[in-house]
């Protein structure tokens, strides 16, 4: 699997942005789709995530973003959405898609993922 961010891009403090990643292969219906985030000198951070349409696509969100960000997958689209709303000059990061498979069962984990896509930089400011 191959995964595309984009999206990102400059934006005001309490402004949205929505990123999108795009995901090669016939079998994007089947992987829990996250996103992460990472900022200079910190730790990638899981950010929200959905599990499979077999899975009933229930989602996982970082307590950070609650309320704000939401996550969406187009299956026919091969494609999965971040919408982030009232951003906060916190959220700025490289934001990295990535794909794992359910037996994993750690989608809030890096390691419960086994693809990545390149990243998108999000800056908020203030």
């Known amino acids: 699997v191959q995964l595309q961010a984009s999206g990102g891009g400059l934006v005001q403090a309490g402004g949205s942005l929505r990123l999108s990643c795009a995901a090669s292969g016939r079998t994007f219906r089947s992987y829990v789709m996250g996103w992460f985030r990472q900022d200079a000198g910190k730790e990638r951070e899981f950010v929200i995530a959905?599990?499979?349409?077999?899975?009933?696509?229930?989602?996982y969100v970082a307590d950070s973003v609650k309320g704000r960000f939401t996550i969406s997958r187009d299956n026919a689209k091969n494609t999965v959405y971040l919408q982030m709303n009232s951003l906060r000059p916190e959220d700025t990061a490289v934001y990295y898609c990535?794909?794992?498979?359910?037996?994993?069962?750690?989608?809030?984990?890096?390691?419960?993922?086994?693809?990545w896509g390149q990243g998108t930089q999000v800056t908020v400011s203030s």
């Open positions: 959905m599990s499979s349409a077999w899975s009933g696509s229930s989602t």
């Open positions: 990535a794909a794992g498979y359910e037996s994993s069962r750690q989608p809030y984990r890096t390691h419960g993922y086994n693809y």
